[in-house]
């Protein structure tokens, strides 16, 4: 069974990036897209991207100038930066797999971890 | 950000039925595009109770229905047990972002 895990800082000052890792097991990235999403508080999730295993990115519009997804196959984990961060990327961050591009669902999650921005 | 909305709270006893609606629009849910559900407990791992409208990956049970029509779609738990307290939230696709997978606003079960 597949289960993801989300590791990081959980404190990032205004204007520095937030790099989050997430570590698969149970099974191989070379298979599936990838997926980072955030939740704050009180409000609905909000998918940041998706990432293939080849390398091949997509990202949500309104983040898209300041995010960047890596996979490293061999580790068998994905990352997320997050530039220039402000309050408002306060959140819990999730990864999960999307089985394929059409379909477009997300199972399983990891149990996200919360990033504060402050300083 | 959330283009589907959903009611903030719904509430039932024991044994009751509930429904969760998912309101979207032209450019999601009426342009077509599944729905999914997922259950959310706090501290956990949101969990993926419906996808494609109304299928159940294993081990869900069938007391989780989803339907949708037009432009919206529902949730129904039947048979609410105490264990359904929970958030759930509706996703699907939004072609008016430029290719983008959107929530819902969220839904508070309360079991009475």
Same mark, same amino acid.
């Given at each position: 069974?597949?289960?993801?895990?989300?590791?990081?800082?959980?404190?990032?000052? #205004?204007? @520095?990036?937030?790099?989050?890792?997430?570590?698969?097991?149970?099974?191989?990235?070379?298979?599936?897209?990838? $997926?980072?999403?955030?939740?704050? #508080?009180?409000?609905?999730? @909000?998918?940041?991207?998706?990432?293939?295993?080849?390398?091949?990115?997509?990202?949500?519009?309104?983040? /898209?100038? =300041?995010? !960047?997804?890596?996979?490293?196959?061999?580790?068998?984990?994905?990352?997320?930066?997050?530039?220039?961060?402000?309050?408002?990327? !306060?959140?819990? *961050?999730?990864?999960?797999?999307?089985?394929? =591009?059409?379909? +477009?669902?997300?199972?399983?999650?990891? /149990?996200?971890?919360?990033?504060?921005?402050? %300083? | 950000?959330?283009?589907?909305?959903?009611? #903030?709270?719904? %509430?039932?006893?024991?044994?009751?039925?509930?429904?969760?609606?998912?309101?979207?629009? $032209? $450019?999601?849910?009426?342009?077509?595009?599944?729905?999914?559900?997922?259950?959310?407990? #706090?501290?956990?791992?949101?969990?993926?109770?419906?996808?494609?409208?109304?299928?159940?990956?294993?081990? &869900?049970?069938? =007391?989780?229905?989803?339907?949708?029509?037009?432009?919206?779609?529902?949730?129904?738990?039947?048979?609410? /047990?105490?264990?359904?307290?929970?958030? +759930? *939230?509706?996703? %699907? *696709?939004?072609?008016?972002?430029?290719?983008? +997978?959107?929530?819902?606003?969220?839904?508070? &079960?309360? &079991?009475?």
């Amino acid at each position: 069974q597949v289960q993801l895990q989300e590791s990081g800082p959980g404190l990032v000052k #205004p204007s @520095e990036t937030l790099s989050l890792t997430c570590t698969v097991s149970g099974g191989s990235l070379s298979t599936h897209y990838w $997926s980072w999403i955030r939740q704050t #508080p009180g409000k609905g999730p @909000e998918w940041i991207g998706n990432i293939f295993h080849s390398g091949s990115t997509t990202y949500n519009p309104s983040l /898209q100038s =300041r995010v !960047t997804m890596s996979v490293d196959v061999s580790k068998n984990h994905f990352s997320l930066r997050l530039r220039s961060v402000t309050a408002a990327d !306060t959140a819990v *961050y999730f990864c999960a797999r999307m089985p394929a =591009r059409w379909e +477009y669902w997300f199972d399983p999650w990891g /149990q996200g971890t919360l990033v504060t921005v402050s %300083s | 950000q959330s283009v589907l909305t959903q009611p #903030p709270s719904v %509430s039932g006893a024991p044994g009751q039925r509930v429904t969760i609606s998912c309101t979207g629009s $032209s $450019s999601n849910i009426g342009a077509g595009y599944d729905v999914h559900w997922y259950q959310h407990l #706090p501290g956990a791992a949101p969990k993926l109770l419906i996808y494609n409208h109304n299928d159940r990956p294993s081990g &869900v049970p069938d =007391r989780f229905s989803g339907s949708k029509s037009g432009t919206s779609a529902s949730l129904a738990i039947s048979g609410l /047990q105490a264990e359904d307290e929970a958030d +759930y *939230y509706c996703q %699907s *696709y939004d072609i008016s972002l430029s290719g983008n +997978y959107v929530f819902g606003t969220g839904t508070k &079960v309360t &079991v009475l």
